[in-house]
């Protein structure tokens, strides 16, 4: 058998759904930061298949751009969630979920 | 022979992927799940050399093995967190079939896109001679700095602007104090 786009897309397709998951079910707010890390993960390994499947460039810089934005998204957003830490004493989405004290 | 090998170390990389996938999503201890989010990491960077994409591969470990989880890892210790005693799952978990019946639908019809699409006829230049001829960071470099240098320049902008929020932020609660 033959390495072909399907194997990595299909392999794409597991992580993103895994992330979800991991989104949708868990209570610690790290953890669905972290998801969605492997969300995007994902997605990078979508882009870099096609990229090379169809023998284009364009794939592996977006990739490129893509780690650039979830950095900042990383450092942005686990400021908030110290600052909201400060403020409540929890990561727990099930008590931070009201913008009333 | 070179093939098989090539499958065989996919097979590799994508059960070590998918399985630490796995622990990050139902581990209880959050440092768990952020060590097994670093397996799930470089995983993919081997998955990316089977790619020939070795550039997006040592990016890979450099920022997000080394610098997201990094900080991850430091806001876990600074913010002194244990596996909670309240449970993993967050009070829409009680829905949790709903939600599970979602997320199977969609990887069902992510599976179908995949299995029964046709890929376009889309073809150009970067086949594994040329990449290999002028070097996957020359090929890189020489699209970025041409074709796609705006992004560039803006990316910068991002992530500068992403510090001086983090730094303002984190010090203007400590300012109120």
Do not use: C, W
């Amino acid at each position: 058998m033959e390495l072909t786009l399907n194997h990595y897309l299909l392999l794409s397709a597991v992580l993103f759904t895994i992330g979800t998951a991991g989104v949708l079910l868990r209570r610690n707010a790290i953890i669905i930061f972290m998801s969605v890390e492997l969300m995007l993960n994902a997605v990078n390994l979508t882009l870099v298949a096609f990229s090379r499947y169809q023998q284009q460039i364009t794939g592996e810089i977006f990739v490129f751009f893509v780690m650039a934005v979830a950095a900042a998204e990383a450092a942005v957003g686990l400021v908030i969630l110290i600052v909201v830490y400060r403020h409540k004493e929890s990561v727990d989405v099930d008590e931070i979920n009201e913008l009333r004290r | 022979m070179e093939s098989i090998i090539k499958l065989l170390l996919f097979y590799a990389f994508a059960a070590a992927a998918v399985v630490s996938a796995v622990m990050v999503v139902v581990k209880k201890n959050p440092v768990s799940s952020a060590m097994s989010l670093v397996v799930t990491f470089f995983s993919l960077s081997g998955i990316y050399v089977l790619l020939n994409s070795q550039f997006i591969a040592v990016m890979q470990v450099l920022v997000y093995a080394g610098a997201i989880m990094v900080l991850i890892i430091f806001v876990i210790m600074l913010l002194n967190l244990r596996a909670s005693a309240l449970g993993l799952y967050n009070k829409t978990a009680s829905k949790a079939a709903v939600i599970i019946i979602f997320v199977l639908a969609m990887f069902v019809s992510l599976v179908a896109i995949v299995v029964t699409g046709q890929m376009s006829d889309v073809s150009g230049m970067f086949n594994n001679a040329h990449i290999n001829r002028a070097g996957g960071v020359q090929v890189i470099a020489r699209a970025m700095f041409s074709d796609f240098l705006l992004p560039f320049e803006l990316t910068s902008l991002l992530i500068t602007v992403a510090i001086i929020g983090a730094v303002v932020m984190s010090r203007g609660a400590a300012k109120k104090q």
